[in-house]
């Protein structure tokens, strides 16, 4: 069992930043990829960005292509989204994942747990 608690979540202006933290419980972290997600009112959960469980390979979304990095603290159990050039279309909510994924990081189906969530607001 994983438990996973975002934190970092704000209100910012436009072509601020932010960086999203998540914790995870547990000292098998290192085993599972990590993923974040992002929820806007009305709309549907999508993907961000995933990192690889010995952080060696990321991934994004085209969305967030150059302006987000995920990284990753085995030793803190944590995983961090720094969100830079924020534009008002970033606003959702923005979640954590685990799971043992493979090359499949986009999917959610694929995450096993979930944090419950952090609201990030960008103004214009």
């Known amino acids: 069992q994983v438990q996973l608690v975002e934190s970092g979540g704000g209100l910012v202006q436009a072509g601020g930043s932010l960086r999203l933290s998540c914790a995870a419980s547990?000292?098998?972290?290192?085993?599972?990829?990590m993923g974040w997600f992002r929820q806007a009112p009305g709309k549907e959960r999508e993907f961000v960005g995933a990192i690889s469980r010995s952080g060696d390979s990321t991934d994004y979304a085209d969305t967030v292509k150059g302006r987000f990095a995920i990284s990753r603290d085995n030793a803190k159990n944590t995983v961090y989204l720094q969100m830079n050039s924020l534009k008002p279309e970033d606003t959702a909510v923005y979640y954590c994942?685990?799971?043992?994924?493979?090359?499949?990081?986009?999917?959610?189906?694929?995450?096993?747990?979930w944090g419950e969530g952090t609201q990030v607001t960008v103004s214009s």
């Open positions: 547990g000292r098998i972290f290192i085993s599972y990829d």
């Open positions: 994942a685990a799971g043992f994924v493979g090359r499949a990081w986009s999917s959610s189906y694929e995450y096993s747990y």
